[in-house]
């Protein structure tokens, strides 16, 4: 017997794999939301010296969207979530902080 062993022919499974091993892309969603928590710091740093107005009203929206910040009596917060991120988000910076020898 000459022919292939299935019904599929070899290309359609070459293309297959090659699909299958191409990193795929991250959503336009995954990449604001991963800037918004880079920038979650220094925007809460921000809110703590009163500079609010340096924050973009977009971007205060959506940490809002997000559940990161609230506003509370015309004040923004951070909620419990902005909270929990912002710890996480230090941690992380602490773990890979180079300690000096002393």
Sequence with gaps: MTGPISSFDE??????LEI?????????ETLRRDAL????LATVDLLKRR?????????????????????????????????NMCKHLTSVLDRNTPRSAY
């Design 11 to 16: 290309a359609p499974l070459t293309c297959t």
């Design 20 to 28: 299958l091993m191409k990193p795929a892309r991250p959503a336009p």
């Design 37 to 40: 928590r880079d920038g979650l």
């Design 51 to 83: 500079r609010a107005a340096d924050i973009d009203e977009a971007t205060i929206e959506e940490y809002v969207t997000l559940n990161w910040l609230e506003w509370h009596g015309g004040s923004l917060r951070l909620t419990t979530t902005g909270e």
